[in-house]
């Protein structure tokens, strides 16, 4: 369950002003001797009640491990009575507290615990518009379908690179507030070459893990003729907007794109060097999962309708189940069986999926709170899942964690446990962020 090679800079999230990172730093924590930038500056945070690391090396097993809440066997690597070293944009060094050593600044936790950033691996954030009416139809009684997709289209056509970035860049404050330090974001909503490549490269200005959808659904303009838009996506709309992107993606489903046209999509874009990930068995069974361990996606997101053959093949595989519990709570719609994925051996990530249309959240702990209480994940498992998990499904090595040389990417819990965000859903509990070394919340 370790995720893969890391890659280049994830840049950051839009961030609160000074004057309120200066009193957010106040209320929840004491800072003592702010000797140096940030970039420079070492910084202990030390009287951390809990501490998840997400290397059982540190923790399971030893003498400072938690067996009262795991209650079994844990990926988490939690250390009680804990301290962090932040030396730049790197963590330096985590264990007991009474073995810290001396740094320029020191923060104390005041009992709380201490978590990775959330690694939110699925999301589709460039769009304009929402989908309130669709969404109280749907509560009312009428089914979720892929088409729901063109009246987003519509709307994101429409607006401007300026209307764009703005809704984009509140969707990353809402997450960052909410402990997200690393995410993925996809086009999709544009369906022509120009508002495919504009949406990318709004996103590139954001994060590294950039993924091109041109293939969400059939375009509207060439709803008559599926295999000319096919035929779009592979050849001139991806010449447009393969240089903004780390990743491509088919939306595999009924409605949208079959096994065969999924394959010459994702397949054509292996060849432009973008790494396949795919929107998989979601609404129905389908090629979907065994197309992703194929082509060695990434990840195959949803995983919702599962064959015994679909499990076996993930885990069998370096591809990622990653879940998205926000859908099946929006669409009332059968939950994913992490259970039986987590017995097989598949590595699991967790991801709100936000969309306007069937996910429309950005909270993280909201995800992992679904998941324990309807997906069969301990609460161990769904945290390491929207950490170490999303990670993973980024083949990321430098984020998800809390280890030497690892990014110092973190989340400070007003809670004394991890557990909490299961225990206590819909309470926010996030008191403090930091991001690549710097108190962002």
């Known amino acids: 369950m370790t995720p893969g090679r890391p890659c280049g800079r994830s840049a950051p999230e839009p961030r609160p002003t000074a ?60 250390i009680q009575d804990a301290a962090v ?45 929402d989908r309130t009416q669709e969404f109280n139809a749907r509560m009312s009684g009428r089914p979720y379908s892929a088409g729901g997709i063109r009246t987003t289209v519509a709307a994101t056509r429409a607006a401007s690179d300026e209307e764009l970035e703005a809704n984009l860049t509140r969707y990353l404050r809402e997450a960052l507030r909410q402990g997200t330090t690393t995410f993925e974001t996809k086009s ?14 709004i996103a590139a200005a954001h994060t590294d893990e950039v993924t091109y959808l041109g293939a969400h659904i059939v375009s509207p303009d060439h709803a008559q003729d599926p295999a000319s838009y096919v035929a779009l996506v592979t050849g001139e709309m991806l010449d447009a907007c393969a240089p903004y992107a780390r990743w491509i993606d088919v939306f595999c489903e009924k409605g949208a794109f079959d096994g065969d046209q999924a394959r010459a999509i994702l397949t054509a874009g292996k060849a432009r060097g973008l790494h396949p990930r795919i929107h998989a068995n979601q609404l129905s ?27 076996d093949a993930l885990a069998g595989s370096r591809t990622v189940a990653t879940l998205l519990p926000g859908a099946e709570f929006s669409t009332r719609a059968a939950w994913p069986d992490a259970r ?23 909270s993280v702990p909201f995800c992992v709170a679904l998941a324990v209480r309807d997906m069969g994940m301990t609460p161990d498992e769904a945290v390491w899942s929207a950490t170490a998990g999303g990670a993973a499904a980024l083949r990321r090595d430098d984020v998800g964690r809390l280890t030497p040389g690892a990014y110092a990417d973190l989340t400070l819990l007003d809670a004394p446990s991890h557990v909490h965000l299961a225990y206590r859903p819909g309470v926010p509990l996030v008191s403090g962020v930091w991001r690549r070394g710097e108190r962002v919340v």
């Open 85 to 129: 070293v932040i030396e730049g944009d790197r963590i330096a060094w985590t264990g007991d507290q009474s073995k810290a050593p001396a740094t320029d600044n020191r923060v104390d936790a005041g009992g709380r615990a201490v978590i990775p950033g959330f690694v939110d691996s699925h999301s589709h954030l460039v769009f304009a518009g």
């Open 340 to 362: 039986r994925l987590l017995d097989a051996g598949v590595t699991v990530a967790l991801s709100t999926d936000c969309n306007p249309g069937s996910s429309f959240t950005s």
């Open 19 to 78: 004057d309120q990172a200066s009193k957010d730093a106040m209320s929840n924590a004491t800072t003592v001797s702010p000797a140096h930038s940030a970039s420079t500056a070492s910084t202990l945070i030390t009287n951390i009640a809990a501490l998840v690391t997400n290397d059982p090396s540190l923790g399971w097993g030893s003498p400072r491990s938690s067996t009262f809440e795991s209650g079994g066997d844990s990926p988490l690597g939690l």
């Open 285 to 311: 069974y389908g090629p979907g999962v065994q197309l992703a361990v194929e082509l060695d996606a990434a990840s195959a997101d949803h995983c919702t309708h599962l064959t015994d053959a679909d499990v």
């Open 188 to 201: 999709g909503y544009g369906l022509t070459v120009e508002d495919e490549a504009r949406a990318l490269r």
